[in-house]
């Protein structure tokens, strides 16, 4: 298999409407993104809603979720709705999905929270439904598009590894831990290791504001700053700093998909500063 090339996906943690999704979807393509995503959270944009309009505008770009909470939804209705979204985007949707893990937005929107072996067995179950249902569809042109598991445990990263086409992993870790993540992917794996595109996730790019460390504040509030600013997830410094360990990651990990976490109502990176670091990390 030919090596593969990196790409770089946006993902939009938006609260505005579809349309200025829209014009964040056409701003990311300019400078650079290849895939735009739209997260799932209750306080932020519908994750489905506007990935047909994207699709349609920016006919450069794939498009998808990073990731669905399967634990909010029903596999035969999330089914549905997903190869309603692949029959309208041209072949460039991919599907992400996640176990769901914060409990608050469950109590938020009324639902239980189920135990870690409950989700994962809900997220399994997704993606079997899922795959029926393309293979199943009444339009035997639809073409089934790639699903992409996120997560770092080992029974999550298993099934993923059995099942995914797509692993991005959410660990937050150092890139040591990393390292251990993807040696553990690739034991799991075996023959159908090198059929999987490694991605991964900068939950905080803070390349113009290095202060700016709230999103992993929330994430690991319990840990010391020194700590935080160790996590591969955190992306701070120079351009050329940043551009550097992507392509450590890169070429000494085989990650070749690099996720950007953005809250587009409060970019503590600009979009100069991601065209330079997509350019400068571009082999």
Same mark, same amino acid.
């Given at each position: 298999m030919a090596p593969r090339l990196p790409r770089f996906g946006i993902v939009l943690n938006a609260r505005g409407s579809v349309g200025d999704v829209v014009d964040d979807a056409r701003r990311a393509a300019d400078v650079g993104f290849d895939t735009i995503l739209i997260t799932d959270h209750l306080g932020f944009i519908s994750p489905l809603v506007p990935l047909?309009?994207? $699709?349609?505008?920016?006919?450069?770009?794939? %498009?998808?979720?990073?990731? =669905?909470?399967?634990?909010?939804?029903?596999? $035969? =209705? =999330?089914?549905?709705? =997903?190869?309603?979204?692949?029959? %309208?985007?041209d072949g460039r949707f991919e599907i992400g999905l996640g176990a769901g893990y914060v409990a608050d937005e469950f109590a938020m929107a009324g639902l239980p929270f189920p135990t870690p072996g409950q989700r994962l067995r809900l997220l399994t179950e997704h993606v079997d439904t899922i795959k029926s249902a393309f293979v199943e569809h009444p339009s035997r042109s639809l073409q089934a598009p790639p699903i992409m598991i996120a997560g770092s445990g080992d029974r999550l990263l298993t099934m993923a590894a059995q099942k995914a086409d797509i692993i991005t992993i959410g660990a937050l870790t150092t890139e040591a831990g990393l390292a251990e993540r993807v040696a553990y992917i690739k034991r799991q794996a075996g023959e159908r290791f090198d059929e999987i595109e490694l991605a991964f996730g900068f939950f905080q790019p803070s390349l113009d504001d290095p202060d700016d460390m709230r999103v992993i504040e929330m994430l690991a509030p319990e840990a010391a700053d020194a700590q935080r600013r160790a996590m591969a997830t955190v992306l701070d410094g120079s351009v050329t700093t940043a551009a550097d360990r992507i392509t450590r990651m890169r070429e000494d990990l085989g990650i070749t998909y690099f996720q950007f976490s953005l809250i587009t109502d409060s970019m503590s990176t600009s979009w100069d500063t991601l065209e330079k670091l997509l350019i400068a990390a571009r082999p």
């Open positions: 047909a309009p994207i $699709a349609a505008a920016v006919p450069s770009v794939r %498009v998808g979720n990073c990731v =669905l909470n399967s634990a909010f939804y029903r596999p $035969a =209705l =999330l089914s549905r709705d =997903l190869t309603a979204v692949a029959s %309208v985007t």
